[in-house]
């Protein structure tokens, strides 16, 4: 499949076709875009995952939020199907196949688009998208480019060649976002990009989605006890999530402590060469953790199972800005987390949560265990989570100034519009 739009499918004819056919005339109806002249065309584009991860979800919030008196919003996914949770917004949903490590027809393809559907503005995540969208943006057509980056591990990643060719395309770029301060700086370090055009807009989570007083699961669904504690971590399997190391904690935690419970949510990704799956539940297995440790895979419910927390965890190695714990904290949890980037923007140690080092098996134990064994402690640290993500972490706030963004790359499309037929 070369191009294809929600319930418009194509069949790949060659690598450069490009080929759009009507399926359902009404469900294409639903979703045309309004192409008033006073509304700003975005394309939203991302390697599209099988699941909804953090920045799949920042993704679908702007999608979702994004003022409609404004803005004409649009999504596109390279190289995975689209997901399903998007399907329900009534906008253009589109695939972008890519076949090669780097596939040149890709780029071609986000060309057409954006000429085809008047884009205006590409807002690209990720480092690759944003390669990606280059073409389309800045030779082939005259539209603006945003580029929004989730991690400052990941711009570490890329090789000298893809260094340089990152530090001109950005040079270009018209807009330059960080999930967060640090991820912003590493931005302007490694790519020496304009503190004009640089700035960080923090991810925000719905405040009034995570409420306590819905109803939901309660721990007789999952076989919990009502007396048992229960610790909860988000994440899918891969390395960086160092899953293993919470189970060590936990199996050391269990020899001085009864009644607890571990609630691992999330899976593995398949296509992803990297999965920790095989050997976490085989570390459960031979550590007879199999009473203790209830693996849930992916699940939509989070609300509900946040509901069922005494306490989040988060162990990553490394991270962007992690969706979890702020939904966690949204929900009144107390949080306990390795001190690295993107955890320490979100934990202040001993106000909303504790803080350990990656690898301190027994710090980590002990962070739990004095969490779990005072009520009050949890509740006052719950208390601060609350206050502080309505503070900090507020979806209405991140969407704000994404607007703010797109008006302001906007009006200085058209104000240069103006002087050049002036």
Same mark, same amino acid.
């Given at each position: 499949?070369?191009?294809?739009?929600?319930?418009?499918?194509?069949?790949?004819?060659?690598?450069?076709?490009?080929?759009?056919?009507?399926?359902?005339?009404?469900r294409?109806?639903?979703?045309?875009?309004?192409?008033?002249k006073?509304?700003?065309?975005?394309?939203?584009?991302?390697?599209?995952?099988?699941?909804m991860?953090?920045?799949?979800?920042?993704?679908?919030?702007?999608?979702?939020?994004?003022?409609r008196?404004?803005?004409?919003?649009?999504?596109?996914?390279?190289?995975?199907?689209?997901?399903?949770?998007?399907?329900?917004?009534?906008?253009?949903?589109?695939?972008?196949?890519?076949?090669?490590?780097?596939?040149l027809?890709?780029?071609?393809?986000?060309?057409?688009?954006?000429?085809?559907?008047?884009?205006?503005?590409?807002?690209?995540?990720?480092?690759?998208?944003?390669?990606?969208?280059?073409?389309?943006?800045?030779?082939?057509?005259?539209?603006?480019?945003?580029?929004?980056?989730?991690?400052?591990?990941?711009?570490?990643?890329?090789?000298?060649?893809?260094?340089?060719?990152?530090?001109?395309?950005?040079s270009?770029?018209?807009?330059?976002?960080?999930?967060?301060?640090?991820?912003?700086?590493?931005?302007?370090?490694?790519?020496?990009?304009?503190?004009?055009?640089?700035?960080? %807009? !923090? $991810? #925000?989570?719905?405040?009034?989605?995570?409420?306590? +007083?819905?109803?939901?699961?309660? /721990?007789?669904? &999952?076989?919990?006890?009502?007396?048992?504690?229960?610790?909860?971590i988000?994440?899918?399997?891969?390395?960086?999530?160092?899953?293993?190391?919470?189970l060590?904690?936990?199996?050391?935690?269990?020899?001085?402590?009864?009644?607890?419970?571990?609630?691992?949510?999330?899976?593995?990704?398949?296509?992803?060469?990297?999965?920790?799956?095989?050997?976490?539940?085989?570390?459960?297995?031979?550590?007879?953790?199999?009473?203790?440790?209830?693996?849930?895979?992916?699940?939509?419910?989070i609300?509900?199972?946040?509901?069922i927390?005494?306490?989040?965890?988060?162990?990553?190695?490394r991270?962007?800005l992690?969706?979890?714990?702020?939904?966690?904290?949204?929900?009144?949890?107390?949080l306990?987390?390795?001190?690295?980037?993107?955890?320490?923007?979100? %934990? !202040? $140690? #001993?106000?909303?949560?504790?803080?350990?080092?990656? +690898?301190?098996?027994?710090?980590? /134990?002990?962070? &739990?265990?004095?969490?779990?064994?005072?009520?009050?402690?949890?509740?006052?640290m719950?208390?601060?989570?609350?206050?502080?993500?309505?503070?900090?972490?507020?979806?209405?706030?991140?969407?704000?100034?994404?607007?703010?963004?797109?008006?302001?790359?906007?009006?200085?499309?058209?104000?240069?519009?103006?002087?050049?037929?002036?």
């Open positions: 499949m070369a191009v294809t739009k929600t319930g418009v499918p194509s069949s790949l004819r060659g690598a450069l076709s490009y080929d759009l056919q009507v399926r359902d005339n009404n294409l109806a639903e979703q045309r875009m309004d192409r008033s006073d509304k700003i065309n975005i394309l939203f584009l991302i390697f599209g995952g099988q699941i991860g953090g920045s799949e979800r920042l993704v679908y919030h702007l999608a979702s939020r994004v003022n008196d404004r803005f004409n919003p649009s999504v596109a996914f390279i190289k995975n199907d689209i997901l399903k949770e998007f399907i329900d917004l009534n906008i253009p949903l589109f695939e972008v196949s890519k076949t090669k490590r780097l596939d027809s890709s780029m071609r393809q986000i060309s057409r688009l954006i000429k085809d559907n008047d884009i205006h503005i590409v807002n690209a995540h990720h480092f690759m998208p944003m390669i990606y969208s280059f073409y389309g943006c800045k030779v082939s057509n005259d539209a603006k480019l945003v580029y929004t980056e989730h991690s400052a591990w990941e711009i570490e990643q890329p090789p000298l060649f893809w260094q340089v060719v990152g530090s001109y395309v950005l270009q770029a018209d807009g330059i976002v960080g999930v967060t301060q640090e991820v912003a700086t590493q931005l302007r370090n490694m790519f020496r990009t304009s503190p004009v055009k640089t700035r960080a %807009i !923090v $991810n #925000g989570v719905d405040l009034y989605g995570m409420s306590r +007083g819905e109803d939901g699961l309660s /721990k007789a669904d &999952l076989n919990i006890r009502e007396n048992d504690k229960v610790i909860g988000i994440a899918n399997f891969k390395p960086i999530k160092n899953h293993l190391f919470l060590q904690a936990f199996r050391e935690l269990l020899r001085d402590c009864c009644g607890v419970k571990l609630l691992l949510i999330g899976q593995s990704v398949t296509g992803e060469s990297l999965s920790t799956e095989r050997e976490i539940r085989e570390f459960i297995h031979t550590n007879e953790l199999d009473q203790n440790v209830i693996l849930l895979g992916y699940r939509k419910d609300p509900s199972l946040l509901r927390m005494d306490v989040c965890c988060l162990t990553s190695s991270e962007g992690p969706m979890s714990l702020l939904e966690a904290m949204a929900d009144g949890l107390p306990v987390g390795t001190d690295v980037e993107g955890i320490r923007e979100v %934990i !202040v $140690n #001993g106000e909303n949560g504790l803080l350990v080092k990656v +690898g301190d098996v027994y710090g980590l /134990k002990c962070a &739990l265990m004095k969490l779990l064994g005072d009520d009050s402690l949890r509740a006052r719950g208390q601060e989570s609350k206050l502080s993500v309505a503070r900090r972490f507020s979806l209405d706030r991140c969407v704000k100034e994404y607007e703010e963004l797109f008006m302001s790359v906007s009006f200085n499309e058209n104000v240069s519009r103006q002087s050049a037929n002036g």
